[in-house]
């Protein structure tokens, strides 16, 4: 039972320090120096690998949903839906997805001119603030950006959404609290990042234009920096294999 969810475990720190090895050392560089400068080329290989792998990490969000869904509401099929062919499919098509996203967004920055003094309030290349300082027509890069998030967006916080809600009909159904709180607990770590990953990105993406910049940086802050650092304290918390070894060390 543990297995699959392992090997999404993985996949998931994997995109996590992609995704924050491609801002993080550029914003400490930032934050330490005085002149605060990124060449465009720079620019856009923020935006392709950051749509690539924050994307990824939303479809393997989604992925390890379905995952706790089979454990608790179908597991004498688990070991069959589970099998490590499926759990490589669903990591791939995890990937292509966010490189498609990735692709369309790249796309959608080079279409995209700039005045050379352009100054970015935010601390990353992200394509919403670079759309905004666009001195050209944004009419395809809005399409896009809309398209992307409505097509990839929504559709992993569907399958989430659906996957939790049967989770919650078949604990509701069962008879004793002990084994309500033994399957409930199963969920928890995934529920905790879910919620953090995506209460983050929602506030910074659907957060009305007109309000403070100040709450977008800390919401940006949260959503690129502090997310992918709390996912694996999140997890290991949750490992039997970890409290273990913390108890012989202590």
Not at 63 to 68: E, K
Not at 182 to 208: Q, R
Request: hydrophobic content about 45%; charged content about 10%; proline content about 3%.
């Amino acid at each position: 039972l543990h297995t699959p969810m392992y090997y999404f475990l993985g996949n998931l720190a994997f995109a996590d320090l992609c995704s924050s090895t491609v801002i993080t050392p550029k914003m400490l560089v930032d934050f330490l120096g005085e002149k605060k400068t990124i060449a465009y080329l720079g620019c856009v290989a923020q935006v392709f690998a950051f749509d690539l792998f924050g994307m990824t990490e939303c479809f393997l969000l989604a992925s390890m949903a379905y995952d706790r869904y089979v454990a608790i509401c179908q597991p004498l099929l688990y070991s069959f839906a589970m099998s490590p062919k499926c759990c490589s499919q669903l990591v791939a098509g995890s990937y292509l997805v966010g490189l498609a996203n990735s692709v369309a967004q790249t796309i959608s920055m080079l279409s995209l001119s700039f005045c050379s003094s352009s100054t970015i309030d935010l601390f990353f290349c992200d394509i919403s603030p670079l759309i905004a300082l666009s001195t050209s027509d944004t009419n395809l890069s809005h399409l896009i950006l809309r398209t992307s998030a409505s097509l990839f967006g929504v559709s992993s916080i569907s399958i989430i959404l659906v996957s939790y809600l049967a989770i919650i009909s078949t604990i509701l159904s069962i008879r004793t609290s002990a084994g309500k709180l033994k399957a409930f607990s199963t969920c928890t770590s995934h529920l905790s990042t879910v919620s953090i990953f995506y209460g983050t990105s929602l506030f910074m993406y659907l957060k009305p234009s007109s309000d403070s910049s100040k709450e977008d940086k800390w919401a940006a802050v949260l959503y690129t920096v502090v997310t992918p650092m709390l996912n694996p304290l999140i997890y290991s918390l949750r490992n039997k294999e970890v409290k273990e070894a913390w108890r012989r060390l202590t």
